[in-house]
């Protein structure tokens, strides 16, 4: 696949914009998002600069309704969380994602669906986010490279937005495709990836009432290191399921590769299900190392979340199918 080279923006027009200043629960200090461009070139429709920071943060001033659903595991904090990320489009080193985080521009961002879907077509993410109820999830994330975290997501079900577009008969896969956007972002600069990065799901496993699109995280608009301004998390899967900074979705009949699959077929499956009696073929997946706790701990099946999605996989052999 091609990734689309924007023309390289102009310092004048980039506007910078503090866009968090009162915080309703987890208020602490210096967190900027940074840089945002006021026009992304390209763009097919033109919503008002900075529409959707301002919908969201009116959206998070509000009382969300708070689901814990990581067993009563400690928070990971906000600042394990905001520095140490995987990110790639910003470089692979684990730093790099916030050191570049102000390259990010997230301001005007579009989604756009497609395919297998009754109303298709592209929508400014102030509209997105003004049709669903947000909530926070609280769930782990466990990377394939054997670390995890609890995060407090703010979002909404994935299910609600293709209900909203409407399934047809042939929806079988979802295919998410992340931002391209090479001048801004250095990693894209380098063939790491056959960018952009892309990642599936199947189409149950899309409408799974776990399954969100996130937009913020701890009370936040989502940091832009963390995938903004809009990302998905899955939370029983190894993280590099979870795609940051999405901007198409697209519902399709066949089975779609993805990123990590095309990269290396023999180390990353498809389904990529947290599960600990599978070992990466360079390392054992038996346990993960909690960011900001000492030893090791248990990896759990399906990320502890077993008794919600077990029953997706009655079909498949998981030792062959990983
Ligand atoms: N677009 C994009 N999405 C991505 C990645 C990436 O490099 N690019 N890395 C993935 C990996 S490997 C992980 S572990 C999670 C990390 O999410 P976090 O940094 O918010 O903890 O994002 C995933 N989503
Ligand atoms: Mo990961």
Redesign the pocket.
């Known amino acids: 696949m091609t990734c689309y080279r924007y023309p390289a923006i102009s310092e004048s027009e980039i506007t910078p914009k503090a866009l968090f200043d009162q915080r309703r629960k987890f208020l602490r200090q210096g967190i900027g998002l940074g840089a945002a461009a006021a026009f992304a070139p390209g763009m097919l429709f033109s919503p008002t600069a900075h529409a959707w920071s301002e919908v969201l943060s009116r959206r998070l001033d509000s009382d969300l309704p708070s689901e814990g659903m990581a067993g009563g595991e400690s928070l990971t904090s906000f600042e394990d ?1 905001t520095t ?7 470089g692979t080193g684990k730093r790099d ?1 916030e050191i570049y985080a102000h390259k990010l521009v997230t301001e005007p961002w579009a989604l756009s669906i497609e395919g297998e879907v009754e109303k298709s077509g592209t929508v400014a993410l102030e509209d997105v986010i003004k049709r669903y109820p947000l909530e926070e999830r609280i769930y782990r ?1 466990r ?3 054997a670390w995890s ?1 609890v ?1 407090p997501w703010i979002g909404f079900p994935l299910a609600e937005l293709l209900k909203h577009h409407g399934l047809t008969s042939r929806s079988k896969y979802v295919v998410f495709e ?2 391209c956007d090479p001048n801004n972002l250095r ?1 894209q600069r380098r063939s790491i ?1 056959d960018w ?2 892309q ?1 599936a799901l199947r189409i149950d496993e899309a409408m799974h009432p776990l399954t969100m699109m996130a937009v913020g ?1 701890y009370g936040e608009a989502m940091p832009n ?3 903004a301004p809009i ?2 998390v899955v939370p029983w899967k ?9 901007v198409k979705i697209k519902v399709v009949e066949e089975k779609p590769t993805t990123s ?1 699959q095309e990269t290396n077929p023999e180390e990353y499956g498809f389904y990529a299900n947290v599960n600990p009696e599978v070992d990466h073929p360079r390392w054992s997946q038996a346990r993960e190392r909690r960011i900001g706790e000492p030893g090791r701990r248990k990896t759990l099946m399906f990320n502890g979340y077993a008794t919600e999605v077990a029953h997706l996989y009655a079909d498949l052999d998981l030792q062959r199918d990983y």
């Open positions: 969380i140490y990320n995987n990110f790639y489009e910003l994602p994330l990377c394939v490279e975290m995060i992340a931002i990693g990836l952009p990065y990642e995280l290191q963390n995938g990302r998905l190894y993280g590099f399921k979870s795609i940051k900074s999405v990590w």
